[in-house]
């Protein structure tokens, strides 16, 4: 597993949705406060966590039993 690569990734989830949290928090009060820090928070965590569904941490295998192409013989 190319762990750099993986790192990466994660940290461009992370600063994608806080960015987006940041930016939903300015756009509906205009001010920087606690509640922008809290909702840029909760838009990296979210990303972060759906990021890691997709791209689970190294150690944990494969499904058994993949799902076999639409064109496959059995």
């Known amino acids: 597993m190319n762990w750099?690569?993986?790192?990466?990734?994660l940290a461009a989830a992370a600063i994608g949705g806080a960015a987006t949290?940041?930016?939903?928090?300015l756009s509906t009060n205009?001010?920087?406060?606690?509640t922008t820090g809290m909702t840029a928070a909760a838009g990296a965590?979210?990303?972060?966590?759906a990021y890691l569904?997709?791209?689970p941490?190294?150690?944990q295998s494969a499904p058994e039993n993949p799902a076999l192409p639409v064109n496959a013989k059995q």
């Open 21 to 25: 949290g940041a930016t939903h928090a």
């Open 4 to 9: 750099q690569l993986w790192l990466k990734g």
């Open 45 to 49: 965590l979210a990303t972060v966590l």
């Open 57 to 59: 941490l190294a150690g």
């Open 30 to 34: 205009g001010t920087i406060n606690g």
């Open 53 to 55: 569904m997709k791209s």
